[in-house]
């Protein structure tokens, strides 16, 4: 069984891609990436696949049975199109099985709802293509906080508009995880799984980034607007919008769903604070 994972360049796909080696071999495994030369270090065969190059995809997907379809990172209106190039070469590739990364939270009233829209349409698309399906909805990362930590360290404290508001954080490694338990067990076939951790507040994961850390973080929370002009002025409209949109989800409780975690994996999440220690381990 040959399974091919897109976006294999990025942190994602790359990580899903070792996990899956690990398991069906490095033989059956096929990256696909915008910039194969980014994904050597996978040490498997990589093919050259951009979202907006439906003819790329044509040749990436020859020969393959089930695809592993990471989320993009453009506009949400071009993500659409951009994954029905993907589902359209699958189908006329008769590969058997595409598996999605797409993402939990409210598809209205927060500035990140656009982009949950978009995936929501990728899901249909996905429901209505004939092939076997599985889709993942992501919780957010913790692994931003952790390469974050510096700022926060300088800034004393965690700053958001997140207030009380709980989200079940997840990792890329306990999401690659569960994707290839997705990709490679039938009886996932047809299922939509919310694949999130613990619900947590700032406060608490302030004090978790503090136990593993030593650092003394204190969690401070700003109104939505001037988080939203703070992200806007430090990373573009775009991102700036993306990221407060994400902490107002946080507070609208957007993104605190019922896991599903132990279904895709037959084991529980990790615990935020197993995650923090694992990647403070591994760097
Ligand atoms: N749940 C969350 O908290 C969260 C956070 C961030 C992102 N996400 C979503 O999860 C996805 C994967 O995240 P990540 O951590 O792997 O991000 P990442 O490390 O930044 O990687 C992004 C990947 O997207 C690829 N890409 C961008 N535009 C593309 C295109 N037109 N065609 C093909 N590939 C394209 C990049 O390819 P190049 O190497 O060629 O640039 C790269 O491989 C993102 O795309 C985003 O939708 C989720």
């Not at 979202?51 to 592993?68: G, I, M, Q, T």
């Amino acid at each position: 069984m040959k399974i091919a994972v897109t976006s294999v360049s990025g942190q994602l796909g790359a990580a899903i891609a070792t996990k899956l080696i690990q398991i069906i071999g490095s033989e059956n495994v096929i990256g696909i990436a915008r910039t194969p030369k980014k994904a050597k270090h996978l040490n498997i065969e990589v093919r050259s696949g951009d979202y907006n190059n439906r003819e790329e995809f044509d040749k990436a997907l020859k020969d393959v049975d089930a695809v592993l379809l990471v989320s993009g990172m453009d506009e949400p209106q071009k993500r659409i199109q951009q994954h029905r190039n993907v589902i359209e070469a699958a189908k006329s590739n008769n590969v058997k099985k595409i598996v999605y990364t797409s993402i939990v939270g409210a598809e209205e009233n927060n500035a990140f709802s656009p982009i949950v829209q978009s995936n929501r349409q990728t899901e249909k698309d996905i429901q209505n293509s004939g092939l076997d399906w599985v889709i993942g909805r992501n919780g957010i990362y913790i692994e931003p906080d952790i390469e974050y930590i510096d700022t926060y360290i300088k800034e004393g404290e965690i700053r958001n508009c997140a207030e009380n508001g709980k989200c079940p954080y997840t990792s890329r490694t306990e999401l690659a995880y569960a994707y290839t338990k997705m990709l490679t067990e039938d009886k996932h076939n047809g299922k939509v799984y919310n694949l999130v951790g613990e619900p947590i507040t700032q406060a608490q994961l302030a004090n978790v980034i503090n136990e593993v850390y030593g650092t003394n973080l204190t969690f401070n929370s700003v109104s939505v607007e001037s988080y939203a002009k703070e992200r806007k002025a430090q990373l573009g409209d775009f991102m700036g919008t993306v990221i407060a949109g994400i902490y107002e989800g946080i507070l609208k409780g957007a993104y605190n769903v019922q896991s599903d975690y132990i279904k895709a994996t037959n084991r529980p999440h990790k615990s935020t604070l197993e995650i923090i220690k694992d990647i403070k381990q591994h760097n």
